[in-house]
């Protein structure tokens, strides 16, 4: 995949050093996407769980404020969320905030064949931390633009 990002940055012109950033904690991670998104650099992001089990794909209901997850939901057109056990998806964003109890959230906003998503991080850091193949495990692309 980082040979991929670098060759094809070089076909449009740009000049970009890539790779796995080998980290071995997922705070570390958060951190490193966080970074990477505050200099202007998309992340891709390789969310995998060995185990089979899917992440929640959540959307955003402006509306109400609120992140929606239905992957049951069939009988609608649109369907509310979604979610992959293994799939590349582009970071665009980190959206953190505080309940009520002072908790804090961090939603991921993601691109995924090209339509808008979040990912709960800690429901992520769940999921995959429950198979020990996932550790130690980095997921995320380190890009830098020459």
């Not at 239905?70 to 969320?81: Q, S």
Request: with cysteine; hydrophobic share 30%; charged share 25%.
């Amino acid at each position: 995949m980082s040979t991929y990002i670098t060759s094809m940055c070089e076909d449009k012109g740009v000049t970009v050093s890539s790779n796995w950033d080998y980290i071995k904690d997922y705070e570390a991670d958060y951190q490193n996407m966080k970074k990477q998104l505050n200099e202007g650099v998309p992340v891709i992001w390789a969310v995998n769980d060995f185990g089979g089990e899917s992440i929640p794909f959540h959307e955003y209901d402006s509306k109400n404020g609120v992140y929606v997850h239905d992957p049951h939901n069939a009988v609608e057109k649109e369907r509310k969320g979604g979610g992959a056990s293994s799939h590349y998806v582009v970071a665009t964003g980190l959206y953190e905030e505080f309940d009520d109890n002072g908790d804090k959230r961090r939603m991921v906003e993601i691109s995924s064949w090209g339509n808008k998503y979040y990912v709960d991080y800690d429901q992520y850091i769940y999921v995959v931390s429950q198979n020990p193949l996932n550790q130690p495990f980095s997921s995320v692309m380190n890009t830098k633009i020459k």
